[in-house]
């Protein structure tokens, strides 16, 4: 079988290799059940076992769901998202798959006389776009290595990873990016301001990936709750159309994004869970309840003093209440 020089999978099979290819979308799951972009008949691989997610320079990541029984690169379980290396041998429970990717230059070359009509060409556009960003970071993960047997630590961060992409899609955005015990995602607003609601949305977002985290402990041994830290902006930003067919894929980049980040680590400066820039808190300020208070912080690469609006996850779930309650009584 002639390989065409794109991303794809190597699966091994007795009838022989199997090849999956690796384009025209930036995300692809694994695992039994019918609802995978690869279903594997394998009763060692769990219903949701892993996925795929190729990042805007190229790189591909690797992440377990939460998987009983384990992902494997080069016969080292991960228990974190990885980036993937060219001719890594990937394990799934008892099937065996390699991973190939060819010089980024290369990626969509086509041979000259192979055809390749399964593959659809993947457009590249960046607009100016008002977005808001969440990065949500788990606390002190590196206290938790030491303190869990891998296999433990393996289906907690897989089943949190798994758990906040649902939760983010639900809630009208998608994972942008998994770095190490963290992910980012993006909510992209229409060309005019951010009405109050669709920011109430996200923080409803947040409100709830916190209550998942928090409830891990009740189904796997740690020794005590999981908790997270959260950074939320809003403003502008490049944005990166780099999917294909009638779903689209988004990347953003910039100072917003940027902030984004920092705003989640200056909550350990303050020793708080959640920083809001502050365009992000006047759109949720617009309701007549205020639980957060305002900071100022020092963020990594940033010449001047910034202000942000912080809390805990108790301020930001009785706001939420607050804000819900009156909702319903200007309803009725």
Same mark, same amino acid.
């Given at each position: ?6 991303? +794809? ?38 219903? =949701? ?19 009983? !029984?384990?992902?494997?690169? =080069? ?10 290396? =060219? ?17 980024? /230059? ?78 980012? /995602? ?6 005019? /301001? ?15 990936? +916190? ?86 912080? =020092? ?14 996850? /108790? ?9 819900? !309650? ?7």
């Amino acid at each position: 079988m002639t390989v065409p020089p794109i991303p +794809h999978l190597i699966l091994q099979t007795e009838s022989g290799n199997r090849y999956l290819s690796l384009v025209g979308t930036t995300c692809w799951t694994v695992g039994r059940g019918d609802d995978n972009n690869f279903v594997l008949p394998d009763r060692w691989i769990s219903r =949701n076992h892993a996925m795929f997610q190729r990042m805007e320079n190229g790189e591909f990541y690797l992440i377990d769901l939460g998987s009983r !029984n384990g992902s494997f690169v =080069n016969g080292r379980r991960v228990s974190v998202p990885v980036t993937l290396q =060219n001719g890594d041998h990937l394990t799934f429970g008892q099937t065996e798959l390699d991973f190939y990717c060819p010089d980024v /230059a290369h990626l969509f070359v086509t041979p000259v006389g192979m055809e390749m009509p399964e593959i659809s060409a993947t457009a590249t556009l960046h607009v100016r776009r008002y977005i808001s960003v969440l990065v949500v970071d788990i606390r002190n993960f590196t206290g938790m290595t030491r303190q869990l047997d891998e296999k433990v630590l393996s289906e907690v961060i897989g089943t949190w990873f798994r758990c906040a992409g649902e939760i983010i899609r639900e809630y009208g955005s998608w994972v942008d990016k998994y770095i190490g015990d963290a992910v980012m /995602a993006v909510w992209i607003h229409g060309a005019k /301001a951010v009405e109050h609601q669709e920011m109430v949305r996200i923080a409803n977002a947040l409100n709830a990936l +916190h209550k998942m985290t928090s409830q891990l402990h009740e189904k796997y041994p740690l020794p005590a709750p999981v908790r997270i830290g959260a950074g939320l902006n809003t403003g502008y930003a490049m944005v990166g159309n780099t999917g294909s067919g009638d779903r689209p894929d988004y990347t953003a980049l910039g100072d917003t994004v940027n902030a984004a980040f920092r705003l989640e680590s200056s909550t350990k400066q303050i020793g708080l869970d959640i920083a809001f820039g502050e365009t992000t808190y006047e759109y949720l300020a617009e309701s007549e309840f205020s639980l957060f208070k305002q900071y100022t912080v =020092n963020l990594k690469g940033y010449d001047t003093p910034t202000s942000t609006y912080a809390g805990t996850f /108790a301020d930001l779930d009785e706001f939420l209440r607050l804000v819900s !309650n009156s909702s319903t009584q200007k309803g009725d």
